[in-house]
C-alpha cells in the first residue's frame, strides 16, 4: 500500500521559515518524481514544487522561486521542502504527490 505521510506543517509570521516533510511508503523511490503542491481556501490547488527520481532535478513555481527548496533522502524515503522567508500568501494545505498518489496534506498558516 502507498503511503505519503506529511508533516512539519504549522504556524509561523511572516518572514519565517518552516519544513514540510513527507515519507513515503509502498513504492520504489525511484519510481516517481514527488513534488509539492498547496492549496488556499477559495484558490485552485497549485503545483509548488517538484524533484525527480533520478539525478535529483527540481522544479519550483516562480511566487516560490528563491525562498523554497525540496529536496530528497532516498535513504529515509523521505522529501522535504525547505520554506524560508514566508509570506502570508503561502498559507495554504500543502500537500505531496509521488505519480498518481497524493498525501493527506499538512496545514502551513503565515501570520502577518
Known amino acids: 500500500e502507498v503511503q505519503l505521510v506529511e508533516s512539519g506543517g504549522g504556524l509561523v509570521q511572516a518572514g519565517g521559515s518552516l519544513r514540510v516533510s513527507c515519507a513515503a511508503s509502498?513504492?520504489?523511490?525511484?519510481?516517481?518524481?514527488m513534488g509539492w503542491f498547496r492549496q488556499a481556501p477559495g484558490k485552485e490547488r497549485e503545483g509548488v514544487s517538484c524533484?525527480?527520481?533520478?539525478?535529483?532535478?527540481?522544479y519550483y513555481t516562480n511566487s516560490v522561486k528563491g525562498r523554497f527548496t525540496i529536496s530528497s533522502d532516498k535513504a529515509k524515503n523521505t522529501v522535504y521542502l525547505q520554506m524560508n522567508s514566508l509570506k502570508p500568501e503561502d498559507t495554504a494545505v500543502y500537500y505531496c504527490?509521488?505519480?498518481?498518489?497524493w498525501g493527506q496534506g499538512t496545514q502551513v498558516t503565515v501570520s502577518s
Open positions: 524533484i525527480s527520481s533520478i539525478g535529483g532535478n527540481t
Open positions: 504527490t509521488a505519480g498518481p498518489f
Open positions: 509502498g513504492f520504489s523511490f525511484d519510481e516517481y518524481a
